[in-house]
């Protein structure tokens, strides 16, 4: 096989932000968390992504706030490395390497570096605590030599860890026991709880916190209840309260910063705020939309943090508001629908919450909506059957969504919804609701891949059927809406039906039972043919595509099968035991993932050619089921042969422990590489895009305003009109000259006002053409040279606003004058007029024609007419 | 083993007392119960919590406090009296009238010299404690109303009385009270309420603790008269409160029924300032908790549904050790059911009346019998006068039938015509104070007889006589044993004294053997001819019992023999019964006991699960069982309903 250096298999995009608590910093103005095999640095208040923190090669394992310096961060990862970050810049400063696998990390006030690593003892491996002294360095890259194991035995889960009293002590639990060791004095305490029968799962620790004042530890157990241990350096006189709120176990414990309060949370989604010294009053932040992992407070305690199990971190503020939600990719218990790409907003469709379809944008790496499919409220307990959401399929131009959910109570409960895409509200909107669609469970839909309006949706049921659901487009006179009705039903021999499948063009349906392979027509509900090839059931079923359309392919559980279309015969086959078949849509390349031993190993090929493209043997452990092509936004230039193949699209698959994967060329990796290096705007605003549409509008509005202010002088843009009315509302009148005097100027300043918000857009241009003409007349006279007519006719309509110029300038020199103003404003006209009408004077001779249609103008705007006749001038020099 | 018919009594309907106050003395380990209907119990917690002296009742008496004295205790109630008890012949040796109206609380000071009481007109009076009496010292500042707790300053001086929403902390010289501090009254709707200061703890670093109708529990600093902490316990009312000895804990009993641990500790490890620290929560009462006992290793705890509760704090006692153990009594130590064996009717004792009741019959085999004849009660017999009924007893032949109450005893005799019964009474010449316990000899009534050269002064609380009528075994809480012969009308011996108190004592009917089960569950058979332990008795103490079997909680409380087969021993307590083949060998020491049927002592069997909550097995003359349960459950059904309480997912 082909060694395929230059791709490798990644976390990217959808991966887990709630893997590990999340970190918040000093500030409060960053939230960093883990994510696959990178880190993000979140804005607390936009919700944006700032950084991806990359250069790990395994799994992010354990992030802390550097307590030497609160602008770097460390983290560690299962690569066997510690890289120290300066999170505001988004640089690699150092890598410790460790060389063993780390599965958490723990910084104590003091400073110490704690980590929990495998640790060889009587040969079993064991996870140990250790402790480990960074060497300060300047170099790069630092190896890490010796440390000294503090614990033998410990739980991975960082929860399980707590430091206390400024790393005095380091308190960690697991199964029913909570071990106490003072680092300081080597003393060992050992605490145990009923550990027998029953009361053993009940009273299993899950969780530890320690009161960062005083010596008293939290610990959260399996039954919901709260222990605070004091007087834990002793063997037997130690004691503990019990408090009790949740009704299942505790999953995080955390004290604010000045231990006033312990936060607690659970599986009812519930945020819990005990009163430290007064466990009886308790505050409850409620609906936090999914059962809680970890809890985070700020050093300053104004921001919490909750982590989710569906990938969720909620920021909340002040202890009371949920200001900000970062969604990461929902990683449900299963997805039980197919993987597909929304051809609209080419995001990735999967089942979401419960009840719930998630779009997620691979590319922005962000969960664009949630569609409530069972449209039920969902109850957070176990052993309840509940609606889900088991198929769903798009339609070629994103315009409809089919999906089943089903609820296996007593007897089987199916509804098919269809919904509609709506292009104002920009989702799906429910059409028609099928409920009972077939006898037995659907196993599979999809729509037919014609770009004509008459869409079909097959489905097929276990009962024995296939059903080909039609639009109907309802009657004229009726109002209703075109919904969905059912066309055919098809059946072969009474046998059931497993997968079906449209060829490229619409025009094939095959549909498989058991052994045999059945090819209809869809357009006349026809069996063509029939292809079997004994012995095993086909599993799964895939047309080829572009040049390749001629070939059927069909997975048994044995073998992989390719048939001939045009010559009805087997071109084709090789014993795999392939358990998802996919075809890329946008060449002729079909992907089989292969299921081996406990690996899935996955080959690339085109059914004509004979050898595959590509193949990765131990793609991941587990089978692959679900997978998708991703179409690419700009093809890649091929380079490689081996990696050609991603050329168009890239496969996106889910693990059996639901982690999406992916495939990375080398030369993208290095393009992803440069991008995260540049040098990023910070600040106070977060760069989002909204930031960057807006943001650079308004820069752009600031510079220009800056030389308007600098050219003309004026500082302040607000509406001088309005000056000018107070002025003349304050001034006593028996100063004032007479009421028709003033009325005009009144008028105009109204008028001026209203305008003014427009003529920002291109004053300068317009004083300064208008100067340039000026000049330009002088000299050359009737030889302007020649300006696009439309400018002409902008600058027409502009009128107003180009009038108020003067207006400005005269109401400036008023102001200066104080109750004077009054005459300066009268006089002052004439001799603005006087001035311009030199000007004028030449060009008035060439247009004459126009002048005529444009006397209405004038006659409002009196103060004005000097600009007004550069305009037409500009008309007249085009013909 | 055989089998036997079981006749499963359920229709003694006792009814236990509430506990209304409690007094722990320390020094010779005794805790002095007061029952709401003036019973006074006093359990030997030095001998695994036996019940060793009851002090019946009297109508119109009721007990508000208890307090140890020294040797002396002494009572209060709402009758306005303070009473002083004579531990040795079980009744009130005196009754002081206080002239305060009804008296809500009393207290002693450590030095045992001086009692004050706490009135219903707002004065506490202080009384001097005299060789056989108490003497009127002096009256305290009067206060505007009632005082319902007192607390002596360790030193003596002082005295922190808790009334109507205001504590008063006393000086004794003087009489003048020193600090006043305000009680908050509960929030809301109950703001116009009066707070009830229901206890109040005097600790010798001047700290106040008290517990008060708002369901708080303060700390006071006494000397500033200012609050410290406000714990926030219930929402109801915290009625009692109990410190250890060491002042280092504290205990708060609320309405809710449960018992919240205060700890004295502090907040940073290895720093001396303390502060008090609220740990554990104990819940093991359903009904509100009137009174709490800290000893040095258990809480004990007593309320309205009258259980005696002692939980131990793990880290006082060894773990595994049978004070670990958590203890529940409910029923009284001792016998209240006779059987008639040859007529097959029982006899069940109340405090105000006696129940004879005649079983019921079946006449089918099988697992489960339907009844063919309903049991009936034969005669209802009211006492006479103001004294409770202290113990009573039925011939075997069920003729005749005999009471004792703390002034008289009363003899009868029943007679069966068919349907109709007539019971009338006999007199009876004086008889020796000494004998409070009736038991019946088949052909004549015990009469005086001369004691033994050095018999102790307590009363004697078991009696035993064989079925030919020639012995008479007798214990009292000295745990002496003495044997009499009856024919002869005088003393025969005194088995050897052993340190726990018997239980439980009976003469074997034909092999003229006692047998004793003492409260540290050890048993032993002294044979009355040889005047020595028997073979038997002599391997199993050498042997040792099992120590799943020591380690029970609950003492036998009633011991019999088989007619028809001379090795079987039944025994009962209060959980379980057992029946020990003699004839069996014994099993190994450490040998795993496990299953309803085990072997705990020789081959026994034992019948945990079936049968709870026993009052009395006893063998009939016809080879059937008599079982008589009271369960707990219908015990709790007519107990008032608690305070509401909300319970998850309701």
Known sequence: ?879 | MGEFKVHRVRFFDYMPSAISAMAFNVHTERLAVARADGTVEIYNFADNCFQEKVIPGKDGRTVEALCWAGQRLFSTGLNGEIVEYDLENLRSKYTVEAYGGPVWTISSNSQGTQLAVGCEDGTVKIFELVEDSIQFQSNFDRLKSRVLSLSWHPSGTQIAAGTMDMIRVFNVTTGHATQRMMVDRAAGANKKKEVAVWSVVFLSDNTVISGDSAGKVQVWDSQMGTLIRTHLVTKWDVMALAVSRDESSLLAGTSEGSVVQFQFISARLDQPDKEWQRTRTLRSHSHDVRALVHTDTAAVSGGNDAHLVVRPFMEKVVKGSKESAPCKITFPHRSLVSCGKKAGILLFQFPERLEVWRLGESNENGEELSVTKKPEALIHLKRKGDDHICCSTLSPCGGWLAYASASSVRLFQLQYDNDSIALTKVEMGPLHVLLWFVFFVPHYLPSPSPPPPEVSKQAVHLMSTSDDGQWLATANSDCEVHVYNLKKLKYHCTVPVYGSCPSAMAIHPTGSNVVMVHADQKIFEYSLEQKEYTEWSRSLAKKGLHGSWLNRVAPVTHVSFSASNPDYIILHDMNMFCIIDKSLPLPEKDSDLVGAETQLISNSSVFPSVFKNLLCVGLMEDHSLVVVERPLLDIATRLPAPVRQKKFAT
């Open chain 1, 1 to 879: 096989m082909v060694a395929h250096a230059d791709t490798r298999v990644v976390h990217r995009g959808g991966s887990k932000i709630n893997f590990r608590a999340p970190v918040i910093t000093q500030d409060s103005r960053f939230l960093i968390c883990v994510s696959g095999e990178c880190i993000k640095v979140f804005s607390t208040s936009t919700e944006e992504c700032i950084h991806h923190l990359q250069g790990h090669k395994e799994l992010v394992t354990g992030l802390v706030l550097n307590p030497s310096n609160h602008l770097q961060v460390f983290s560690c990862s299962e690569d066997g490395t510690i890289r120290l970050w300066d999170f505001t810049d988004g640089i690699l400063i150092r890598t410790y390497n460790v060389r063993r696998r780390i599965l958490s990390m723990h910084v104590s006030a003091k400073g110490d570096v704690f980590l929990v690593m495998p640790v060889k003892r009587n040969k079993k491996e064991k996870f140990g605590l250790v402790s480990l002294n960074l060497p300060p360095s300047v170099e790069q890259h630092v190896m890490v030599k010796g440390h000294t194991i503090v614990f033998q035995s410990v739980s991975t889960d960082p929860k399980c860890i707590a430091f206390g009293q400024g790393g005095e002590y380091v308190a960690s639990v697991k199964d029913n026991v909570l071990h106490v060791y003072f680092l300081n004095k080597k003393t060992f305490y050992r605490f145990a709880l009923g550990t027998s029968g029953e009361m053993a799962a009940r009273n299993a620790f899950t969780c530890v916190a320690c009161h960062p004042k005083d010596d008293c530890i939290a610990t959260g157990h399996g039954d919901g209840k709260i222990r605070l241990w004091r007087n834990f350096n002793q063997e037997k006189e130690y004691t503990f309260s019990t408090v009790h709120w949740h009704h299942s176990g505790v999953n995080a414990l955390c004290f604010t910063p000045e231990g006033t309060n312990l936060l607690s949370g659970g599986l009812e989604s519930v945020l819990v705020q005990w009163r430290y010294g007064q466990e009886g009053q308790k505050d409850f932040l409620p609906r936090l939309g999914s059962s809680i992992k970890e809890i985070v407070v700020s050093p300053d305690g104004s921001l919490f943090c909750t982590s989710h199990t569906d990938n969720k971190i909620t920021v909340i503020k002040n202890c009371t508001k949920v200001s900000a939600v970062i969604q990461g990719l929902v990683h449900g218990d299963g997805v039980k629908t197919a993987l597909m790409v929304d051809p609209r907003t080419k995001a990735l469709v999967l089942n979401g919450k419960p009840g719930h379809l998630q779009f997620y944008s691979l590319q922005r790496d962000q969960q664009l909506y949630n569609l409530d499919i069972v449209q039920q409220e969902y109850i957070n307990q176990s052993n309840l059957d509940q609606f889900e959401v088991v198929k769903a399929a798009l339609d070629s131009r994103g315009s409809w969504l089919a999906t089943v959910e089903q609820r296996s109570a007593k007897e089987v409960e199916i509804s098919l919804k269809l919904w509609a895409f709506d292009e104002h509200t920009q989702s799906f909107v429910l059409n028609t609701t099928i409920s009972a669609p077939h006898d037995g469970p659907i196993s599979e839909i999809c729509f037919s891949p014609s770009s004509q309006n008459s869409t079909t949706l097959v489905s097929v049921s276990l009962d024995g059927h296939f059903k080909a659901w039609q639009l109907t487009q309802p009657d004229p006179s009726d109002d209703e809406e075109a919904s969905w009705s059912c066309d055919f039903v098809g059946d072969y021999h009474s046998l059931e039906p497993k997968c079906c499948c449209f060829s490229a063009d619409g025009s094939l349906l095959a549909v498989s039972f058991k052994e045999v392979v059945t090819v209809w027509s869809p357009a006349s509900w026809d069996l063509l043919t029939t292809l079997s090839q004994p012995p095993g059931a086909i599993q799964d079923l895939c047309f080829g595509r572009l040049s390749c359309s001629k070939y059927l392919l069909g997975a048994t559980d044995k073998n992989l099968c390719c048939w001939n279309l045009l010559t009805c015969s087997l071109e084709w086959s090789t014993a795999l035991d392939v358990s998802l078949l996919l075809a890329d849509p946008l060449s002729e390349n079909v992907a089989a993932f292969c299921g081996a031993e406990k690996t899935t190993d996955l080959f690339v090929f085109r059914p004509s050619e004979p050898r595959p493209h590509f193949s990765q043997q131990a793609l991941c452990t587990g089978r692959v089921t679900r997978a998708v092509f991703a179409p690419r936004d700009e093809p890649l230039d091929g380079c490689e042969e081996s990696s050609q193949w991603l050329n168009r699209s890239q496969l996106y698959f889910l693990t059996h422990n639901m982690e999406l994967l992916t495939f990375l060329t080398k030369p993208e990796e290095e393009r992803l590489m440069a991008l995260s290096k540049q040098p990023t705007i910070d600040d106070s605003v977060a760069m989002t895009p909204f930031y960057l549409l807006l943001g650079k509008h308004r820069k752009r509005q600031e510079e220009e305003r800056d030389i308007l202010s600098s050219q003309s002088g004026v500082r302040n843009l607000l509406p001088q009109g309005s000056v000018a009315i107070k002025e003349l509302l304050h001034t006593p009148s028996h100063v004032l000259p007479s009421t028709s005097i003033l009325c005009s100027m009144f008028v105009s300043s109204l008028l001026v006002s209203v305008s003014d918000s427009r003529d920002e857009e291109q004053p300068t241009e317009v004083e300064m053409e208008s100067e340039k003409e000026e000049e330009d007349s002088e000299e050359e006279g009737a030889s302007v040279p020649p300006r696009p007519e439309h400018e002409s006719s902008d600058t027409g309509a502009k009128l107003g606003p180009v009038l108020t110029k003067a207006e400005h300038r005269e109401l400036r020199g008023v102001k200066k004058l104080d109750y004077s103003w009054i005459r300066g404003l009268v006089t002052s006209n004439p001799v603005v007029n006087t001035t311009k009408q030199m000007v004028k004077t030449p060009k008035q001779r060439v247009k004459t024609p126009k002048p005529m249609a444009k006397t209405p103008k004038p006659m409002v705007k009196t103060p004005k007419p000097m600009v007004k006749t550069t305009k037409p001038m500009v008309e007249t020099t085009n013909p």
